[in-house]
Structures are given as C-alpha cells and as structure tokens.
C-alpha cells in the first residue's frame, strides 16, 4: 500500500461507523475478506446496482437482463478453462510465513520504476514551466528512458513466464530483482506454485454419490449457456446483450485490501454477442460507453484511466481494465473484454450441443463473438466510497466530514427535521415524510439541536436536509439544506418533490 494510507483507514473506519460496512461475523472475530453491507452500505450498493441495470438494460432495447444461478453443472467450469487455469501463482515467505501473488511482487516492482520515472518527468516539469516538451523529454532522457526500459523488459518477462507457466523463471525474477517481502524485508522465499482459485462443494446425500460443484467465480458462464435460451425466447438479433448481477466466489491469495479483493463478492457483467469480425469495433464502443457512465457519476475524470492490456487471458484478443484512483493508488475496477467466440465454442465441444445464430441478413450460421463488461459492484462501492469521503474546513475556523455521494446514489435522498420538538412541528413533519416516502427513501430526525443533525446527514451522506420550523405551520413553506453548498432556501411544501426528484432522478444524471 502507500499513497495515500490515512484517507484509506478513514474511509474503512468511516464506513464502519456510519452503517455502510461491517467485518463478516464480526462478534466471532470477522471472517478474513468477508464483509456485510450495513443499512447505508446495503442502499448505496442497491442503488449502484439500479443505476447499471438501468443504464444497460432499460436504456437499450436490445440488451436484457437474467438472473443465473450460483452453482452450475460443473462440465460448465472445465469448459470455460477454470477447472485448468483459473490458478495464481503464489509464494510463501519462510521467515514471515506471509504468502504472497507471486506476479503482484513483481507487479509492484514493475510500478516503483514508473513511480520512479514519473519523479523525473514532474521534476523536469517543473524546473522548464511551460516550454516543457514531455514526449521528448520522455524519450531522450536517459534516466527516463533506463527506468521505463527495465520496467518493459520485466513485465513482458514475467508475461512471457506466466503463459508457458514456468514458475521457476518466476521465482529467479524475484530473485534477480532482489523483492523483497513488503512487510518484512526478508527474501528467504519458497518457489512459486500454482493456486486454484473456485471454492468446491459437493452435491448430494452421501459422500461416495455427492458430485464436485464449485461456487461460480464469475457471472460470466450463466450468460454463455443461457445464450440460446434468451436468444430464442426473447427473439433477440445480433448485435445484442445480455446483462447479469450476481455473486461471485474466488479464494484469493491475498485479500487484504477491505472490499477491493473479497472471497464472496458481486459482480454486474454484460455479454454482447456480435458479427465475427465486427468485434473489435464493438470493443471500442464499449470502451467509451463505459467510461462515460462512470465519468456521468461527477467523481472526478481524473480518477479513471484505461490501461490496455499487453497480457491476454487465453479467451480474449483485446482487453482493457478501467482502473480508478483508489487511496491505494490505480488499480482495476472494470474489465472490458474481447472473449472471441472461446466461451461458446468450448460449450458446444463440452455439451454436444450447437450454440450459433443464424443471420438472416448473412444468411448463414456462425458462432458470434462476445465483448464483455465486468464491473465489480463492491470495487464499484469502494471507489464510490473513496472519492466521497471529504474533510472540509469551513468559515470560522471548524470543520466538517462530508461524504458527497452522487446524489442519484445515496442511501437516503432527505433528511426531514422538525427544528423543534414540540408545538406540532413534528407532526408536520410525519407528514411530508408520509408524502415523500411514496418516492424516495428519507428519514425523519428529532434527537439534537439542529446543527448537529445537518451535521450528520452530512457525514451519512444525505444530499438534502429539510427542516420544518414555526413559520412552516403558517405559510406551508420549509428551508431545505444543500449537503454539497450548504445553501439553504425556503420552498413549499408542495415544491418537495420535484425539488429530490431534479436532484437524485437517474434521468438527471446518466448522460448517453
Ligand atoms: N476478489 C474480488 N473482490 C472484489 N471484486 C473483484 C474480485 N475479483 C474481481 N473483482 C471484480 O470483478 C471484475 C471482473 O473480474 P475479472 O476476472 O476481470 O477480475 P481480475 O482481472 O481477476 O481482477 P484482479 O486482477 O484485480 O484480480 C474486476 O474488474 C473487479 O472489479
């Protein structure tokens, strides 16, 4: 870890306190990345799953939905090449007995020598103002030019090692480059084996009859043998979608970055099924569909980058990850792949069964070819959770914790606040929030003076506060509170409405 260490234990701690996430059964110690979503995280995470679904299925009319169950037949899994290779490589060291992702070690080398080289540029920056040339700078200067040729050199190494799975040539990389364990220093390392990821189960009564299952370690498979059955039922013609959440099960080496790498954690994937040959342009197109949905979010567009993929899984011919600015630095939030027609094809082979499309404008069978978006909903949360999360100093000295989810996102849209708890104020109150409630998620508050309770809303998330004092009993009128500005205004009670409503509706912030 490094960047950015005390807004990260913030955020752990602030969503702790705040009802957003709790440790796995806690009470017994908590189960080691395994985490429950509390009365805030569960609405939050609800919401980001409305505003996907939305923006994928509702919004195109040839994308639709499914539902797919977690443990599927296990043919399913030696198909899709899980059974084979859905293995990590991993390495143990003997002094701290800390197990580690042998290509992450690797990885974070990799990284320090961008981080190093980046030093050079932002200080070359700096000492030429504005005359500064950095493509050139970036390619004659020979500081520059060492650290990135040795990163290149390293990755397309450890590349070239992990698709021949030679693990030795792994492990003589770390020792090359001296890695040390992070935690430790020490370099008395096992050698490098490889770690299947599927948690197994069994199916059946007794234990001789009981068939090996797996908890799905991806969503993806659903789609892929159901692609018939909707494509059938639902008419559907090529180019079309078909979109899924669900949860999702891996047993990861390393799990030590709270909700960013679970053991059980969701997913919300989409497969498109395309002409052969046509993929690669859908590839792009998705690309840039799915960063502006998360660009239509207002976290900040310089919190997201594309970073392309030099190393391709065995299924794909493009693949890019989305990566955000998390506390820990970019890492991965969404993958958008070309899969090929690998996961169909592989059914075909393993079921007996044909798994083509007949285009009628081709006039002919193919097997199509898929581009798949894989977004993870608690990375997706994370970042969310991350980006929000705000200490701001205000006039007069004090300061306030904010956490500015988009409005369209947050657990409760409006606070409703009587000032005071007496002459019939909180029975006005009751009553707009019986209004609202029809429409929105809100909440009534009584307990402590009025600053306190803006206060926090504030820190819970909520986009407006509306309080209800003396005058509001006479003229039908309330102030509501701005979480973002602080600005307040008087409105009517009727206006209430269309006041959440222009704020959080999905139509006011998804942009196409
Ligand atoms: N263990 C996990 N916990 C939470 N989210 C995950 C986990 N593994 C994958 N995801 C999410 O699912 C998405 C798609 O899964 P994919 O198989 O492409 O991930 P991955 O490349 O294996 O991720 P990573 O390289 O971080 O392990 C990822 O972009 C990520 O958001």
Known sequence: MAKN????????????????????SEIYDGLSAVYDYGQNGAELKKNIKDYWWKSMVQMHQNIVGIDASILMHPTTWKASGH?????????????????????VLVEDYAEKLLQKAQKEIDKAKKRFGEDFDEEQFTSTNPRVMRYLGQRKEILERLGR????????????????????????????WTEVRQFNLMFGTKLGASAESATQLYLRPETAQGIFVNFLNVQKTGRMKIPFGIA??????????????????????????????????DE??????????????????????????????????????????????????FKELEGVHSRTDFDLKAHEEHS???????DPELKENYVPYVIETSIGLDRMFLSVLSAALKEEELEGGSSRTVLKLPAVLAPTKAAILPLVKK????????????????????????????????????????PLCITVDHDSLE??????????????KRVKISELTAIIRKETDFRNWLKL
Do not use: C
């Open 161 to 188: 090692s992990l698709t021949n799975e030679d693990l030795a040539d792994v492990k003589a990389l770390i020792e090359e480059l001296e890695i040390a364990d992070p935690e430790t220093g020490s370099r008395n």
């Open 5 to 24: 260490d005390d807004l990260f234990k913030n955020v752990i701690s602030h969503a702790k306190e705040y009802g957003y996430i709790f440790a796995s």
């Open 423 to 462: 002459d019939g104020l909180p029975e006005l109150a009751q009553e707009i929030v019986d209004e609202l409630k029809w429409d929105f998620k809100v909440q009534y508050d009584e307990k402590d003076a009025i600053g306190r309770r803006y206060r926090r809303q504030d820190a819970a998330g909520t």
């Open 83 to 103: 059974v084979d290779a859905f293995n990590d490589p991993l390495i143990d060291n003997k002094d701290s007995k800390r197990r580690y992702r042998a290509d």
């Open 352 to 358: 007996g069964k044909k798994l083509r499309f007949y």
């Open 280 to 329: 690669l342009k859908w590839y792009e197109h998705w690309k840039e569909v799915r960063l502006k949905w998360h660009y239509s979010l207002g976290l900040g567009q310089e919190n997201y980058r594309f970073h392309d993929h030099d190393k391709l899984a065995h299924y794909a011919n493009a693949a890019a990850d989305i990566e955000f600015d998390f506390p820990f630095g």
């Open 244 to 277: 899924q959440i669900g949860k999702a099960f891996r047993n990861e080496i390393v799990a030590r970055q709270f909700i960013f790498r679970m053991r059980e954690f969701e997913q919300m994937e989409m497969q498109f099924f395309v002409r052969p040959g």
């Open 475 to 488: 003229d039908k009128t309330v102030t509501v509170r701005f979480r973002d500005s602080m600005e307040q």
